[in-house]
């Protein structure tokens, strides 16, 4: 079973600033993670995953993630904020079956709020 | 490439009717996945086909709930008989699993709402 914990369900953060979204997870077996956004009245977009290979995942728009195994995490940052990022955003984890794609567990979602 | 394709966008429907959402996947994907998403509960999986077939319909809330999958390139979600509590957003989400390379892609939804 998998689970994926986001702390804050709203971050607030003046543009230009640093942007952190805590996403905690758990995992009975390896997990494969992902960061989704989604704007208002879309679909969902992938940012960044991890899939075992490298810990600091980049992704697009300047988001990175880093998977920490000790610590059960994979935060989102950004390095600076920019107005155009307010949006929703989904910490998820699957794992993979034998037979093919598993399905997503996301966490609550996060609304990043930036402030002029 | 089109992208996942989901019809309706919208469907407003009386309690009691039939609905049912549609779903294209992306040609040559050979999973898909229908998903709900409500301000109470987030982001649920409800069911989802590896080539067609459902893997796993764990995450239907109820027997009335129906997914198929006919052929690689077409899914419906049916709820009959629909209820006020079904209204939510629905998507539609597909991927080609191969090897660690795999990213669901997902459609814009559709929004049923239930009077």
Same mark, same amino acid.
Request: glycine share 8%; net charge negative.
């Given at each position: 079973?998998?689970? /994926?914990?986001?702390?804050?369900?709203?971050?607030? /953060?003046?543009?230009?600033?640093?942007?952190?979204?805590?996403?905690?997870?758990?995992?009975?077996?390896?997990?494969?993670?992902?960061?989704?956004?989604?704007?208002?009245?879309?679909?969902?977009?992938?940012?960044? =995953?991890?899939?075992?290979? @490298?810990?600091?995942?980049?992704?697009?728009?300047?988001?990175?993630?880093?998977? =920490?195994?000790?610590?059960?995490?994979?935060?989102?940052? =950004?390095?600076?904020?920019?107005?155009?990022? @307010?949006?929703?955003?989904?910490? @998820?984890?699957?794992?993979?079956?034998?037979?093919? @794609?598993?399905?997503?567990?996301?966490?609550?979602?996060?609304?990043?709020?930036?402030?002029? | 490439?089109?992208?996942?394709?989901?019809?309706?966008?919208?469907?407003?429907?009386?309690?009691? !009717? %039939?609905?049912?959402?549609?779903?294209?996947?992306?040609?040559?994907?050979?999973?898909?996945?229908? &998903?709900? !998403?409500?301000?109470?509960?987030?982001?649920?999986?409800?069911? &989802? *086909?590896?080539?067609?077939?459902?893997?796993?319909?764990?995450?239907?809330?109820?027997?009335? *709930?129906?997914?198929?999958?006919?052929?690689?390139? *077409?899914?419906?979600?049916?709820?009959?008989?629909?209820?006020?509590?079904?209204?939510?957003? &629905?998507?539609?989400?597909?991927?080609?699993? %191969?090897? %660690?390379?795999?990213?669901?892609? *997902?459609? !814009?939804?559709?929004?049923?709402?239930?009077?």
């Amino acid at each position: 079973a998998q689970s /994926v914990t986001q702390l804050g369900s709203h971050v607030s /953060v003046s543009e230009g600033a640093l942007v952190l979204l805590r996403c905690n997870y758990s995992s009975s077996v390896p997990p494969y993670l992902f960061w989704y956004v989604q704007y208002p009245n879309q679909g969902l977009q992938l940012l960044l =995953k991890y899939t075992s290979a @490298a810990t600091l995942v980049k992704g697009i728009n300047d988001f990175e993630a880093e998977f =920490k195994k000790s610590e059960t995490s994979f935060h989102l940052t =950004k390095p600076s904020a920019h107005m155009s990022d @307010a949006a929703e955003y989904f910490c @998820a984890v699957s794992a993979r079956s034998g037979g093919g @794609a598993d399905g997503l567990t996301f966490g609550k979602g996060t609304h990043l709020i930036i402030q002029p | 490439d089109a992208g996942v394709i989901q019809s309706p966008r919208h469907e407003v429907t009386e309690m009691g !009717q %039939e609905v049912t959402l549609r779903c294209k996947p992306i040609s040559g994907h050979n999973s898909l996945f229908w &998903y709900r !998403q409500t301000m109470m509960r987030g982001l649920e999986l409800l069911i &989802y *086909f590896n080539n067609n077939v459902p893997i796993d319909d764990s995450g239907m809330p109820e027997d009335r *709930f129906s997914a198929k999958m006919p052929n690689a390139s *077409f899914s419906t979600l049916k709820i009959q008989p629909s209820e006020p509590r079904d209204s939510a957003v &629905y998507f539609c989400a597909s991927s080609l699993w %191969e090897s %660690e390379n795999t990213e669901a892609f *997902f459609g !814009q939804g559709t929004r049923l709402t239930v009077v």
